[in-house]
């Protein structure tokens, strides 16, 4: 079955520095997400990406995020100057269209710690 | 705004006991409501979903009813397997608007012998 892949599993980065999530989304997806989880926290959408841009974000999705697809298959989420909050569990998910009778497929998760 | 309240964890469960684990929800209209299992070392999946009003979603032995009076989608198995263990996340998504997710904090659930 196909799945949405995502890399690193593991990022440690010292504050302040630039990092990067890759995602690989579901081949015949077109519709994005990311998510994200603070250690005992909820899951908590941060945006939405469709026909190269942004469908819908969320407030803790400010000026420091950004996301990308830039080329056919890598989807990514950049943090420009981590903070010791941004520490937490990146989830990519993707669908094949908007819908809700679709069925959101997430990857593995990568988890970012601050240091 | 629209949030998911979850059953607190950890569960522990000696196998083939009877699970459930509870979810209600506030939401305007009819959202879809959703159960993801994350198995260790893994990620999200989904198990089972209802999108309208009385539905049962049910898979691998998991059930839950889309209860709107009481605006809840528990979970329920009959008998639970080691393997079940896992972390449960109740989940919804607006009838109309935006199309991402909102979570429960997750439930994990431990099988033991």
């Known amino acids: 079955e196909p799945e949405v892949t995502q890399t690193p599993s593991h990022q440690v980065t010292q504050m302040g520095q630039e990092v990067i999530l890759r995602c690989v989304p579901i081949s015949n997806h077109l519709y994005f997400y990311w998510y994200r989880q603070i250690l005992g926290q909820k899951v908590e959408f941060l945006v939405s990406?469709?026909?190269?841009?942004?469908?819908?974000k969320s407030e803790i999705f400010d000026d420091q995020f950004s996301v990308e697809r830039p080329d056919g298959s890598n989807f990514t989420l950049k943090i420009r100057s981590t903070k010791l909050e941004d520490s937490a569990m990146y989830f990519c998910a993707s669908t094949q269209e908007p819908g809700t009778n679709q069925p959101q497929h997430f990857g593995d998760g990568t988890r970012l710690s601050i240091l | 705004g629209d949030s998911v309240t979850q059953m607190e964890g950890p569960v522990t469960l000696s196998e083939e006991a009877f699970l459930t684990i509870n979810c209600t929800y506030t939401?305007?209209?009819?959202?879809?409501l959703f159960w993801y299992v994350q198995y260790p070392g893994e990620g999200l999946q989904l198990l089972l979903k209802a999108t309208k009003a009385d539905d049962k979603g049910s898979n691998k032995g998991f059930e839950a009813t889309y209860r709107k009076e009481t605006t809840s989608f528990h979970l329920e198995k009959g008998s639970v397997q080691v393997s079940d263990s896992a972390v449960y996340f109740c989940?919804?998504?607006?009838?109309?608007?935006?199309?991402?997710?909102?979570f429960g904090t997750g439930t994990r659930l431990t099988v033991i012998p």
């Open positions: 990406f469709y026909n190269n841009e942004i469908s819908e």
């Open positions: 989940a919804l998504r607006k009838q109309t608007g935006a199309n991402n997710l909102f």
């Open positions: 939401a305007t209209g009819y959202p879809s």
